[in-house]
């Protein structure tokens, strides 16, 4: 059992910066891919960026590409979304992910490979 807590979440100007932070605790988290994705009202659930059980690689939406940055500290179980120059339309409630490393880190946008999902914490970035 691997349980995440998001955090970080909150009201921001356009243009402005914020930081997600997901807490993992339960099971080894070291070995795991995370990934995070948000959800708007009304609107399938999006992708948004993953990182691999290393480190190593990474892999970014189209839409947050040079402005969002995910990262993880293994020793501290914490993987975390640096969000800069937002735009009103990531305006969303942004869940974090797990999911057991995949070989080759195949499949990472794909929500369905992910085992264990946090409650979300809402993003709302105003005009």
């Known amino acids: 059992q691997v349980q995440l807590v998001e955090s970080g979440g909150g009201l921001v100007q356009a243009g402005g910066s914020l930081r997600l932070s997901c807490a993992a605790s339960?099971?080894?988290?070291?070995?795991?891919?995370m990934g995070w994705f948000r959800q708007a009202p009304g609107k399938e659930r999006e992708f948004v960026a993953a990182?691999?059980?290393?480190?190593?690689?990474?892999y970014n939406a189209d839409s947050v590409r040079g402005r969002f940055i995910i990262s993880r500290d293994n020793a501290k179980n914490t993987v975390y979304l640096q969000m800069s120059n937002l735009k009103p339309e990531d305006t969303a409630v942004y869940y974090c992910?797990?999911?057991?490393?995949?070989?080759?880190?195949?499949?990472?946008?794909?929500?369905?490979?992910?085992?264990?999902w946090g409650q979300g914490t809402q993003v709302t970035v105003s005009s």
């Open positions: 992910a797990a999911r057991p490393e995949y070989s080759g880190f195949v499949y990472a946008t794909a929500s369905g490979t992910y085992n264990y």
């Open positions: 339960g099971r080894t988290f070291t070995n795991y891919d």
């Open positions: 990182i691999s059980w290393s480190g190593r690689s990474t």
